[in-house]
């Protein structure tokens, strides 16, 4: 199964469980493509004592997952992309969804 994560939330709890998710459904051989949208490209910021969001991120890259960042929302909050979460664009988003064959947004 081709999987599209849609991460909106700068929920920590949210975004960490949705990072396991994908980290998950690659381990059961499915592809997985995540984007960052609107609070969402906050993620890297997010972690907790109890709630390690950017460890979770790690794992999910290291087993083969994608992480695409809206270019939009990064400007409005004055950031850039990241090498773990490169700046992205409509086009890519649109093709996520498009190539998925599930899309779940968080």
């Known amino acids: 199964m081709k999987l599209g994560l849609v991460i909106y939330s700068d929920d920590t709890e949210n975004v960490w469980n949705a990072f396991r998710l994908g980290v998950f459904a690659l381990k059961q051989g ?3 493509k995540a984007f960052l949208l609107a609070k969402g490209v906050e993620c890297e910021g997010l972690d ?5 969001v950017t460890e979770q991120m790690q794992a999910y890259v290291d087993a083969g997952g994608e992480i695409l960042a809206c270019g939009s929302c990064l400007k409005i909050r004055n950031s850039k992309g990241s090498e773990m979460c490169p700046l992205s664009t409509m086009q890519d988003f649109y093709d996520l969804i498009a190539g998925s064959d599930k899309v779940i947004s968080i």
Do not use: I
Not at 48 to 52: H, N, P, R, S, Y
């Open 30 to 32: 499915d592809s997985v």
């Open 48 to 52: 907790t004592e109890k709630f390690k």
